[in-house]
């Protein structure tokens, strides 16, 4: 079906923003902000828009509340709003997962669900000597750029609802990466997440201008230029005194100015710059976000350019019940396991099926300590001990570690405990990206 946005003017390029490093964005000026967005459309008879807001394992985003204050904002007009959360490779959301994000107001009707394997559509190629030439030779194989089908399905506006902060494939993520990724199909998932493991995660997280963004950027500009995307971006910030989420940015726009300035700020306040390596680590997995060592392994890949050699990460993970959320993924994760770039590389070159999900690869190359630091996960009831060191991790009695490392008793940051032992707490990986000063003097 072709796009009813075609026959319309395309929407010029525009940012428009808001935020500081001190700055408290109120739920009245969010809902400010998107008015005045709207407002720049309201010549183009919008009759039908389409939301992209991240899944719950990005609920600190706040692109929730986003979300359901654009629904009443448009909906009242006449206008048909439509949800399809950017789920990538993740489960699909459940209703209690949709609820409590979302909030009781928009009828579950108005969420459709994204099939990475096969409800998309193929756009276009990026031609492998474009990837040559971003990654400095590392690899050079062509992508398919695909994405989900219910782009194309006549809607007025896009709005790509997410938030920027460091991230393990692109660098810093969202603007065009909720596209290709969040509703992206499973070769352009697959290899743009091999090409920021085989081009080194250390050099792209934190970091605005990499091979992936590259990629991501020119699939959307090449390719998809013709669909009437707009981005709304947020900078978030965790509160260590009162423990909650605070927006210090909103960013919308059409084009890269939004983003680079979200990015700007994100650098300054989900950066976590320390003088000298951290000997001990321990991370707490919230149970209801983290359920999967795919999302789970943040732990990992957000503390490893901190962590000493010969250091230890402790992670608590009370709701880990897999490793992949998909099956497939699960599977090669649980076959071949965390165990460095070596051998995941090797793997890879004698095994089809790896090459075939090159994502899976990359994702047990982030996942390891590359034989540097120690790695214990700390499992619930769903995740044996034997599950846990067959992938290539240490093992740890869960309700002893949470005595002793008690996250309702531990800060953010540097703790002593009474008995002299001293470790840094991250109660909530997803959120910041922990590194020295000296990698981004």
Not at 134 to 150: H, L, P, Q
Not at 409 to 428: A, H, Q, V, W, Y
């Amino acid at each position: 079906m072709t796009s009813s946005s075609t026959a319309a003017a395309p929407i010029p390029t525009f940012c428009l923003g808001r935020g500081g490093p001190d700055t408290v964005i109120t739920a009245a000026e969010k809902a400010a902000f998107l008015q005045e967005l709207l407002a720049r459309f309201e010549g183009r008879n919008l009759r039908r828009v389409l939301l992209l807001p991240p899944d719950f394992t990005r609920f600190n985003s706040n692109a929730g509340e986003l979300c359901r204050l654009l629904y009443g904002l448009l909906t009242p007009k006449g206008v048909q709003v439509d949800i399809l959360p950017a789920l990538g490779t993740h489960v699909p959301m459940t209703e209690k997962e949709i609820r409590h994000m979302f909030g009781p107001d928009i009828p579950l009707a108005a969420f459709k669900v994204h099939d990475w394997r096969n409800g998309i559509r193929h756009v276009g190629d990026v031609p492998g000597d474009k990837l040559k030439e971003w990654s400095g030779g590392r690899v050079e194989y062509a992508v398919r750029v695909e994405v989900s089908k219910v782009l194309f399905d006549g809607y007025d506006l896009i709005l790509s609802v997410g938030q920027i902060v460091p991230h393990e494939v692109v660098g810093m993520a969202n603007y065009t990466k909720n596209v290709l990724v969040g509703v992206g199909g499973q070769d352009t998932i697959n290899k743009s997440h091999f090409l920021g493991a085989a081009y080194g995660m250390e050099r792209i997280m934190g970091r605005s201008d990499t091979p992936v963004r590259r990629l991501f950027n020119y699939g959307v500009d090449t390719f998809l230029g013709d669909l009437p995307i707009v981005y709304i971006l947020t900078v978030m910030q965790k509160n260590r005194a009162t423990q909650g989420m605070e927006m210090r940015g909103l960013y919308a726009g059409r084009g890269p100015a939004a983003f680079e300035i979200g990015c700007r700020l994100s650098q300054r306040v989900n950066l976590d710059l320390l003088e000298k390596p951290l000997r001990k680590i321990v991370v707490y997995l919230d149970p209801e976000e983290f359920k999967s060592t795919w999302l789970g392994n943040k732990a990992v890949y957000r503390t490893r350019m901190v962590l000493a050699d010969a250091g230890e990460l402790i992670i608590l993970a009370p709701g880990l019940r897999e490793f992949g959320e998909d099956p497939e993924i699960d599977r090669l994760i649980r076959k071949y396991g965390y165990h460095g770039t070596p051998a995941t590389l090797a793997a890879v070159a004698a095994n089809a099926e790896l090459r075939n999900n090159l994502g899976a690869a990359a994702h047990l190359i982030h996942g390891s300590s590359e034989d540097r630091f120690s790695i214990t996960y700390c499992p619930g009831p769903k995740m044996s001990h034997d599950e846990i060191r067959r992938a290539g991790f240490q093992a740890a009695d869960l309700d002893t570690m949470l005595k002793r490392y008690d996250p309702a008793r531990l800060t953010d940051g540097l703790n002593r405990l009474p008995d002299g032992e001293e470790l840094f707490f991250i109660s909530n990986p997803a959120l910041g990206l922990w590194a020295l000063k000296q990698h981004f003097a």
